[in-house]
């Protein structure tokens, strides 16, 4: 199946500071990515789902100021938590579609995000 | 309403005995897609199985098969010979339309535990 790659796959931060989540599609052209979280012991729920070169569709509840998402190329989407917070604490994970992913979308291995 | 219901939280099944965990799922959309994932502890999300609203026939992939009954709204997984790597977390998803660029909703998840 298609790879997607995320960096970093942990990230340890203060309260207060931002941390950028990048999610690349390795070989095929993701035209539309999504952005999960998932808290311990539940299920995965959507944030936004993004598609290249426009801005990202935000779930409801889920704070667009607080959540940037960038799609700026058909590899590549970030997702930046800023001014984290240890609420923000989680597992944050992405999946892309695109030509070669027409049955399913393609997750990447997660980001850890502790935030202290 | 929930879209996608998964009513067992955890389950324990015999090595090398087969084992069906339960989907429900719920949607006036008469073309619309069907999903299971593995996620084990390592957090990735592991894609199993993909039945569509119009395929005729039961899908399956090696060990899994998915028990699709269309009238009864349920997409139960089946998985034959379990292993001890197949202790995991189990998500059941659907997406609404076949466009892979459209959003998956998730079940609670099962949690499946095979005993030696």
């Known amino acids: 199946g298609a790879v997607v790659s995320q960096h970093p796959s942990r990230v340890i931060c203060k309260s207060g500071t931002s941390v950028k989540i990048e999610c690349r599609s390795l070989?095929?052209?993701?035209?539309?990515m999504f952005w999960y979280r998932q808290f311990p012991k539940q299920s995965l729920m959507l944030m936004a789902t993004?598609?290249?070169?426009?801005?990202?569709?935000?779930e409801q509840g889920v704070e667009k100021d607080k959540f940037l998402i960038n799609h700026a190329s058909l590899t590549l989407s970030t997702l930046t938590v800023t001014s984290a917070h240890p609420e923000d604490s989680s597992f944050y994970i992405c999946s892309a579609s695109g030509e070669s992913g027409r049955k399913t979308q393609y997750f990447g291995p997660g980001t850890r995000l502790l935030v202290l | 309403a929930q879209k996608i219901t998964q009513t067992q939280p955890g389950m324990f099944v015999q090595e090398k005995e087969a084992v069906t965990l339960d989907c429900t799922y719920d949607?006036?959309?008469?073309?619309?897609?069907l999903f299971w994932y593995k996620q084990p502890s390592s957090g990735e999300m592991i894609f199993l199985i993909y039945?569509?609203?119009?395929?005729?026939q039961n899908a399956t992939e090696g060990r899994y098969s998915l028990n699709f009954q269309k009238a009864r709204k349920s997409a139960n997984l089946v998985i034959s010979a379990s292993q001890l790597g197949d202790s995991a977390m189990y998500f059941c998803?659907?997406?609404?339309?076949?466009?892979?660029?459209?959003?998956?909703?998730f079940g609670g998840g099962t949690r499946l535990m095979v005993k030696p």
């Open positions: 993004s598609n290249e070169g426009s801005k990202a569709t935000y």
């Open positions: 949607t006036s959309d008469p073309s619309y897609g």
């Open positions: 039945q569509g609203s119009y395929d005729q």
């Open positions: 998803a659907m997406r609404e339309g076949h466009n892979a660029g459209n959003m998956l909703t």
């Open positions: 070989d095929f052209q993701a035209t539309t």
